[in-house]
C-alpha cells in the first residue's frame, strides 16, 4: 500500500527565502507525482507534475524534483512572498489508481 | 473551460438527514474522482468513475454513501443518515483520461451538527 510522508508538517520563513518542501513515497512503481497548492477552506490548485520518467519540472519561481528510485520529491520555492503562504501537498499516482496523498506542509511566509 | 464546479459550497445539517452534493467536471474529461478531506489531513479517495462506470470505492465508503455519474457528465454524491463523523471538505476532481492531471473542484464543506 503506498503511503506518503511529507516533512515538514509546518514551516515559517522570512520573506525572500529560498525553501524546501520534502515528500517521500513508500513504493517507487508510480507514473507520475503532482504538487498542490491549498489555501485555507479552499480546493486545490495543481501546481507541477512529474511524470516518473522525468527529473524536475519548473513553474516560475517553483521547482520540483523527483528521484524516482529512492521514493523522494522535493518542492523548492525561490524568493518566498507573503501570498505563498498556503499549505503545499504531494501525490502520488501508481497508474490506474486513484492519488494517494501526503498530508500537507503548511507554509507561512512573514513579511 | 470554466473547471471543476461543486455545489452547494457549504452545507449544515442535523444528524440523520441525507445530503447530496453535485460535481460538473471540465467538459470531456472522462474521469471524475471524489475525495474527502477532514482538517489537518491530505484528501482521501472515496470513489470514481471512467465516464457514467464507477470503477473503484474505497472501504471508506460506507453504504450510506452512494455516488452517481449518469452520462458521463456532472456526478452526485449522497450521504444518507448523516453522522457527525461525516463532517469533512468533500473535493471532486477530473481528469482527461488516466496517469493525467487532476483538476480539482473548490470543494463542499459539510457540518453535521
Known amino acids: 500500500k503506498q503511503e506518503v510522508t511529507q516533512i515538514p508538517a509546518a514551516l515559517s520563513v522570512p520573506e525572500g527565502e529560498n525553501l524546501v518542501l520534502n515528500c517521500s513515497f513508500t513504493d517507487s512503481a508510480i507514473y507520475n507525482l503532482q504538487w498542490f497548492r491549498q489555501d485555507p477552506g479552499k480546493g486545490l490548485t495543481s501546481l507541477l507534475l512529474?511524470?516518473?520518467?522525468?527529473r524536475e519540472q519548473t513553474s516560475g519561481r517553483l521547482n520540483a524534483s523527483l528521484d524516482k528510485s529512492s521514493g523522494r520529491s522535493t518542492l523548492y520555492i525561490a524568493a518566498s512572498q507573503p501570498g505563498d503562504s498556503a499549505t503545499y501537498l504531494c501525490?502520488?499516482?501508481?497508474?490506474?489508481?486513484?492519488?494517494?496523498f501526503g498530508k500537507g506542509t503548511r507554509l507561512s511566509v512573514i513579511a | 473551460d470554466t473547471g471543476v464546479s461543486q455545489d452547494p459550497r457549504h452545507k449544515i445539517t442535523k444528524r440523520g438527514q441525507n445530503v447530496t452534493f453535485r460535481c460538473d467536471p471540465i467538459s470531456e474529461h472522462n474521469r471524475l474522482y471524489w475525495y474527502r478531506q477532514t482538517l489537518g489531513q491530505g484528501p482521501e479517495f472515496l470513489t470514481y468513475?471512467?465516464?457514467?462506470?464507477?470503477?473503484?470505492k474505497s472501504r471508506l465508503l460506507s453504504d450510506r454513501f452512494s455516488a452517481e455519474r449518469p452520462k458521463g457528465s456532472f456526478s452526485t454524491l449522497e450521504i444518507q443518515r448523516t453522522e457527525q463523523g461525516d463532517s469533512a471538505m468533500y473535493l471532486c476532481?477530473?481528469?482527461?483520461?488516466?496517469?493525467?492531471?487532476?483538476?480539482f473542484g473548490p470543494g463542499t464543506r459539510l457540518l453535521v451538527l
Open positions: 512529474i511524470q516518473s520518467s522525468q
Open positions: 501525490a502520488v499516482d501508481s497508474g490506474n489508481t486513484p492519488l494517494v
Open positions: 476532481a477530473s481528469s482527461l483520461r488516466e496517469k493525467k492531471t487532476q483538476y
Open positions: 468513475f471512467q465516464n457514467e462506470a464507477q470503477l473503484e
